[in-house]
């Protein structure tokens, strides 16, 4: 949806004539600008339309503002926009878990924190029959309101996490929150993510308190990565964007939701990280949905592609640097799973096919429609196994009318890079955004050989391969397969679980035995740090290849 904006440097006090648009949309709360980059220009996704004083599209974190500019932000409904109608997972499965008893009991239970031992007593005292939980992501939130006394989930929430402003993965938003503003603390970065995520909920909660006739949640359960949860408790991430990437809270505990001024709720619990890149999010997933008998490996493929491997009371876990790519992000014709975005493409005869979510107009390709044209395009000889696209003599002649070339944005820019392959109407992947999913598949797929090593067995071992969160719930496993993403010989194996972090949080909200179990698990966990890791550079490059 677009907005327009008219700037008025006189009666803004945030505003000066050195900050940017981007800045300023910011620092405003408006939203619907793609900044995958976290404003360093180099995405070119953030572009605005300038209407005033000059006409021109120009990019938001790079243009600076002048009193009297008038600037349109978004897109026009009728094309299909990128961030509305987000196809948000908010379900995989029931949560069948009655609630225990024990929840208004006195939880007294040691965990490590900072490689201390903290005792962790919290009493919830409420007569109120309402609970909450949410699945904090770094690129979409979840919350839901559950009836205490049936166990169901009476409502839910769920759309982007607004932190996108500040950049498409973790990376950018620990290098947003570092930087703050010496005069105005409060339009810091770390203050202004924290500002948004707590606003997001507070607004969510009092809308499903109200609409369920409910006045207070007595308890709310929290699950996220180790960075959204350093955030939403305005705690500065910063640590974990340098060696050794310790952070300075693991959660596991209870906190006192008042502090960072969340409103209706009496009580809150976050789950235990294990590392400062596999959170609580994988600690609730797992409590969830693991069986400790079978040996599981355990996948949420999205932009830290988080995965743990083992059964019993042994686990090993890491967190590889795939990106935002297959989420859509730093992809030229990338968007999220939102109307007008090619889902699924397939080859029927000599003709590349495609479903469009929403069954508009194609803007662009999804997380799921780039695993199957990456397939696609190798199984049709359009690329070669080193990820190339081919031209000439080389490509098949029944593709040759689908490759084209493309002007480069940077002239200083590899000769491959001109290269492109028509998927839709308008909608096409380019070299370079092959070569930028095979990093984020190369990564993924080298973590994975790393866990069996360190775990001491062979695919061919595996009981369930365990795909959790909204990409691994919608991604074809075949076509994963095919290009390199796990091994082939787990394909058979391989089942989705829907947003497991959610139900996790649901039933630790629930139920003290549940939230027990996280903590029993996220202590069963050994984390590899694959920086540091014997010849997984070596590794990466081999699985980079298809």
């Known amino acids: 949806m677009q907005q327009r904006i008219t700037i008025n440097l006189n009666t803004d006090s945030k505003t000066t004539d050195k900050t940017t648009i981007l800045e300023y949309c910011r620092s405003h709360g408006i939203a619907g600008i793609e900044t995958p980059c976290g404003g360093k220009g180099t995405c070119g996704k953030c572009k605005v339309t300038v209407t005033k004083p000059y006409y021109k599209d120009v990019l938001a974190c790079r ?28 379900n995989g499965g029931n949560v069948s878990e009655k609630f225990n008893e024990h929840v208004n009991e006195h939880v007294n239970r040691n965990v490590v924190l900072k490689e201390e031992t903290a005792n962790v007593s919290e009493k919830v005292e ?36 607004p932190q996108r402003s500040f950049g498409a993965d973790v990376l950018s938003r620990i290098d947003a929150a570092a930087r703050a503003d010496d005069n105005d603390k409060a339009n810091g970065g770390l203050q202004m993510m924290q500002t948004q995520i707590v606003s997001l909920l507070n607004g969510w909660i009092s809308e499903m308190l109200k609409e369920c006739g409910r006045t ?14 350093h955030l939403l408790m305005g705690i500065s991430p910063e640590k974990l964007g340098k060696a050794p990437f310790l ?61 743990a491997l083992g059964k019993g009371d042994r686990y ?67 690329i070669d196994e080193n990820g190339t ?108 679980v829907g947003n497991a972090a959610g139900n996790g949080a649901v039933s630790a909200a629930l139920s003290q035995e549940a939230w027990e179990r996280a903590l029993d698990i996220s202590g069963d966990m050994r984390y590899i740090e694959l920086a540091s890791y014997p010849h997984f550079d070596e590794m990466y490059v081999e699985h980079m290849n298809f």
């Open 63 to 90: 243009t600076r503002v002048c009193d009297g500019m008038e600037i349109i932000v978004g897109r026009k409904e009728s094309t299909g926009t990128k961030e509305d109608s987000m196809v948000v997972l908010t």
């Open 316 to 382: 090993v876990c890491c967190a590889t640097a795939a990106g935002p790519a297959f989420e859509g992000a730093q992809i030229e014709m990338g968007m999220p799973a939102s109307k007008g975005a090619v889902d699924k493409v397939w080859l029927e005869g000599r003709r590349i096919k495609y479903s469009v979510i929403g069954n508009d107009r194609p803007v662009g390709l999804c997380g799921s429609g780039l695993i199957d044209a990456l397939a696609l395009l190798l199984k049709a000889g359009i």
């Open 126 to 161: 409420s007569n109120e029959d309402t609970l909450a939980a949410c699945d904090i992501g770094t690129t979409t939130v979840v919350c839901y309101l559950i009836d205490k006394e049936t166990g169901q989930i009476i409502s839910t929430r769920s759309g982007a996490n």
């Open 389 to 496: 696209i081919l031209s000439g003599q080389e490509l098949p002649i029944l593709f040759r009318s689908y490759v084209f070339e493309v002007e480069a944005e940077d002239a200083a820019q590899s000769t491959e890079t001109s290269l492109a392959v028509h998927i839709a109407p308008g909608v096409y992947i380019t070299q370079e955004d092959i070569r930028k999913l095979q990093l984020a598949k190369g990564a993924i797929a080298a973590g994975i050989e790393v866990l069996f090593k360190e775990y001491g067995c062979m695919p061919c071992n595996i009981d369930v391969l365990t795909f959790a969160g909204g990409f691994g719930n919608y991604i074809d496993k075949a076509s994963a397969a095919a290009i390199g993403l796990f091994p082939q010989e787990l394909l058979d194996k391989a089942k989705e």
């Open 216 to 229: 207070k949640v007595s308890r709310f359960s929290v699950a996220g990565n180790t960075v959204m949860c």
């Open 247 to 307: 952070p300075d809270e693991y959660f596991g505990r209870a906190f006192n939701p008042l502090d960072i001024g969340l409103e209706n709720c009496q009580a809150m619990i976050i789950f235990p990280a294990v590392s400062g890149f596999v959170g609580g999010d994988i600690t609730a997933g797992m409590m969830e949905t693991v069986n400790r008998n079978e040996l599981t490996l355990y996948l949420d493929i999205g932009t830290n592609g988080e995965m």
